[in-house]
């Protein structure tokens, strides 16, 4: 995805905390969203930043800084179903407000 | 219907022929998006619509490619002459405003052709 970028793939453990970072075009910023997606089906919303800070929701938490353009997804207690590819979104301000610019994913793997 | 939905869920087609992809909103959303997701790839921003404004269609990749919205509700994504590389699954969405709200993925058109 254009302006944002994420890593590739990453390999994590069953149980482990694996980080999921993004960086993106400052310019423009109104919101950053991640969201899961499992092999085969659609996207499904995770969480929403659009201030500077952690937001925390069970094993799943999203930080942003602003100034940084960089946000991560961090997810603790890994387990097996949370292999899934997982998307950056910026949204965008006013005429753009429709092109929330997606990430082109990171595919997580958990292993035993 | 609770989410959205999209038909066909897979539409295998010959070179050169055309296709309509059909997307039903969530009721009451008024902002919708096409996009395109080749195998491993990212989502592609195809086209974008919001209440009864303009469409953007910035993201369109070339003249084959164009998309209604009926009444501000079910939208339909035409391709037409398909190619090869055409082939991808089409994912709608669609949201309530645009920019700040999440958006709902419908289950997506895999598209091949042959």
């Known amino acids: 995805g254009q302006n944002i970028d994420q890593p590739t793939e990453m390999t994590a453990t069953e149980g482990a905390i694996v980080q999921i970072n993004c960086t993106y075009q400052t310019s423009g910023f109104n919101g950053l969203f991640w969201y899961q997606q499992h092999a085969g089906e659609a996207p499904t919303f995770l969480s929403y930043?659009?201030?500077?800070g952690l937001e925390e929701k069970g094993r799943f938490s999203s930080f942003l800084s602003r100034s940084k353009g960089y946000s991560y997804l961090l997810l603790k207690e890994l387990q097996m179903k949370d292999s899934a590819s997982y998307l950056c979104a910026q949204g965008l301000h006013n005429t753009n407000a429709g092109k929330s610019t997606f990430g082109d994913g990171t595919t997580l793997t958990v292993k035993p | 219907g609770a989410g959205v939905s999209q038909s066909p869920s897979n539409k295998v087609t010959e070179k050169g022929k055309d296709v309509e992809l059909r997307c039903d909103p969530i009721?009451?959303?008024?902002?919708l998006y096409w996009y395109r997701q080749s195998l491993g790839q990212g989502l592609e921003f195809l086209i974008y619509?919001?209440?009864?404004?303009?469409?953007?269609k910035s993201g369109l990749p070339s003249d084959r490619f164009s998309a209604e919205r009926t009444g501000g509700s079910v939208s339909t994504l035409t391709i037409q002459r398909t190619q090869q590389e055409d082939s991808a699954v089409y994912l709608c969405?669609?949201?309530?405003?645009?920019?700040?709200?999440?958006?709902?993925f419908g289950p997506g058109t895999r598209l091949t052709v042959l």
């Open positions: 009721s009451g959303h008024t902002a």
């Open positions: 619509f919001q209440g009864n404004s303009a469409p953007d």
């Open positions: 969405a669609s949201s309530p405003l645009a920019g700040l709200n999440e958006q709902f």
């Open positions: 930043n659009v201030l500077d």
